[in-house]
């Protein structure tokens, strides 16, 4: 079974400024996909960023990127340039090759400070 | 067009129970999972669709059912509800799960969400 760990409760950020959430998973499969989604308090859970493991490189979707060391099982969000509308509950997520399923680390909370 | 939409919004039970919950995918999507989210946790997997047909299954009691209907629509159901059941319901969509499929097509819309209270 995979684990995925969010060892950052809370992070707080001002605004303008860079923030790195952290997030550390386990699993045996070799072909799997890695996802940050956040979500704000109206609740909607959206997706913000996604890795396929078998991309050595990072992805990047405008101020988001991440940071994918595979053999560390790491996989570390960077928001720059941190705005107001960034402050909700992000989720580090993890999907088995199957598709079927993603198992979703505890969250953290993440403040943005005018 | 439009999102995963989810029936109702809110929803207050007393224990033992029942509560259908309903999602409709976005258009196209063939598949739909059900997460609970639990205040203060990130979601847990209950269930995945696809087809009709279950295709996973998380570590939930058989009190937790659900089914998929042709218009690829979804029911979770659940019986002799506890105190513990409380919590957001989530439905996911995504156009066809499973290994070999495009990433895109993995990727996992949610909806807006449930949220149970049992009292």
């Known amino acids: 079974a995979q684990t995925v760990t969010q060892s950052q409760p809370e992070m707080s950020v001002q605004e303008a400024e860079t923030v790195t959430l952290s997030c550390t998973y386990d699993?045996?499969?070799?072909?799997?996909?890695l996802f940050w989604y956040k979500q704000p308090p109206s609740r909607q859970m959206i997706l913000v960023i996604r890795?396929?493991?078998?991309?050595?490189q990072n992805a990047t979707e405008n101020r988001f990127s991440v940071n994918f060391q595979k053999a560390a099982k790491s996989f570390s969000l960077k928001i720059s340039d941190s705005q107001l509308g960034d402050t909700a509950m992000y989720f580090c997520?993890?999907?088995?090759?199957?598709?079927?399923?993603?198992?979703f680390g505890g969250g953290t909370r993440l403040m943005v400070k005018p | 067009d439009a999102g995963v939409t989810q029936s109702p919004t809110h929803l207050i039970k007393t224990r033992g129970q029942h509560v259908t919950l309903r999602c409709s995918p976005i258009?196209?999507?063939?598949?739909v999972s059900w997460y609970q989210q639990v205040l203060g946790q990130g979601p847990q997997f209950i269930f995945q669709?696809?087809?009709?047909?279950?295709?996973g299954r998380g570590n939930f009691p058989d009190r937790f059912s659900a089914r998929q209907f042709p218009n690829y629509s979804s029911e979770l159901n659940v019986n002799a509800l506890l105190l513990g059941d409380s919590a957001l319901y989530l439905c996911?969509?995504?156009?066809?799960?499973?290994?070999?499929?495009?990433?895109?097509?993995?990727?996992?819309?949610f909806g807006p969400g449930t949220r149970l209270t049992v009292l």
């Open positions: 258009s196209g999507h063939k598949s």
């Open positions: 669709y696809y087809e009709k047909e279950e295709r």
């Open positions: 996911a969509s995504s156009r066809i799960p499973g290994q070999g499929a495009q990433p895109s097509y993995n990727e996992q819309f």
């Open positions: 699993t045996s499969e070799n072909n799997y996909y």
């Open positions: 997520a993890f999907m088995n090759n199957a598709g079927n399923m993603l198992t």
């Open positions: 890795q396929e493991a078998y991309k050595q």
